[in-house]
Structure formats: C-alpha cells, structure tokens
C-alpha cells in the first residue's frame, strides 16, 4: 500500500503537539487539521489565511463564534471553541481517528511510531518554530515510509 504525505504529515503534527503538551485528543484534533492547512493552505500566506478564515466564522457562526488566535499559536493554526479551525471546519480527535480508519490499525500504528520516533528527536526550540519545524523535522523525513 502506497503511503501518501497526508496521514504522515498528521501523526507527525498530533505528536509534535503532544510533546508540546497538548492533551492528546487536542494533539490528534491539531495533527489532521495541521496536516489539512498544508494541503489547503500552502501556497497562502498566514495573514491572507486568517483574515479569509475570520469572514468564514463570522459567515458560519452568524458572529456568535470568534476566532481564536492564540490557543494555537505555535501551529500558526486558529481556534473556535478551544478546537483547530481550517477551511471553514473545526476539528476534533474524531476526525483523525475517522481519517485513520481507512488505513486500518496497523498502518497507523506503522505511520504513528515513525512521527513518534521524528519528534523525539527534535528539540523544543525546533516544535515551537513553525519554519524550523518544517525544514528539520518534516522535509528531511517526509518521503520516508512510502510504501507499507
């Protein structure tokens, strides 16, 4: 089976979270939608994503919501309701665990214990940065683990 860059992207974002010290459903909440801004998201800057994200909230939540900037400010990644927030959806553990089915238990036990082994690598200094997290701990490893 072909292991394409999304599920690993996601296992290594809900770890990176979790030693970070997230609580681990807002780790797995925060590794797919981590992993559905780099898919949306990647050509758009932060600022025009935000901006574009806060009328979709006000849209969406008819001004009773707000977004949150703060509660996840490491990932770059808003919030509604303490949850990420990426492309006009908030995301919960259940969305990772649902996007996970459909590669059964052990490829995720395979694509989770290589983001685990990624992460314990990487110092703190490097979790808390957005570019650095990207250039030393995603793109060196992220054509790893293709095939299972």
Same mark, same amino acid.
């Given at each position: 089976?072909?292991?394409?860059?999304?599920?690993?992207?996601?296992?290594?974002?809900?770890?990176?979270?979790?030693?970070?010290?997230?609580?681990?459903?807002?780790?797995?909440?925060?590794?797919?939608?981590?992993?559905?801004?780099?898919?949306?998201?990647?050509?758009?800057?932060? @600022?025009?994503? /935000?901006? !574009?994200?806060? &009328?979709?909230? =006000?849209?969406?939540?008819?001004? *009773?919501?707000?977004?949150? %900037?703060?509660?996840?400010?490491?990932?770059?990644?808003?919030?509604?309701?303490?949850?990420?927030?990426?492309?006009?959806?908030?995301?919960?553990?259940?969305?990772?665990?649902?996007?996970?089915?459909?590669?059964?238990?052990?490829? @995720?036990?395979? /694509?989770? !214990?290589?983001? &685990?082994?990624? =992460?314990?690598?990487?110092?703190? *200094?490097?979790?808390?940065? %957005?570019?650095?997290?990207?250039?030393?701990?995603?793109?060196?490893?992220?054509?790893?683990?293709?095939?299972?």
């Amino acid at each position: 089976m072909k292991i394409n860059r999304f599920p690993k992207m996601a296992a290594l974002q809900k770890f990176r979270a979790l030693k970070l010290g997230f609580d681990f459903p807002t780790a797995e909440a925060i590794g797919i939608a981590e992993a559905t801004k780099y898919a949306i998201f990647k050509n758009l800057s932060h @600022k025009k994503r /935000i901006a !574009k994200e806060k &009328e979709e909230v =006000i849209k969406q939540f008819q001004g *009773k919501k707000e977004l949150d %900037e703060e509660t996840f400010t490491v990932f770059k990644l808003p919030a509604v309701d303490g949850l990420p927030y990426v492309g006009g959806k908030i995301y919960t553990s259940e969305d990772y665990n649902r996007y996970f089915m459909k590669w059964g238990d052990e490829i @995720k036990t395979l /694509i989770e !214990k290589w983001a &685990e082994n990624i =992460i314990e690598n990487c110092d703190e *200094k490097t979790l808390k940065s %957005e570019n650095r997290f990207f250039n030393e701990c995603w793109k060196p490893h992220r054509d790893e683990l293709q095939e299972a």
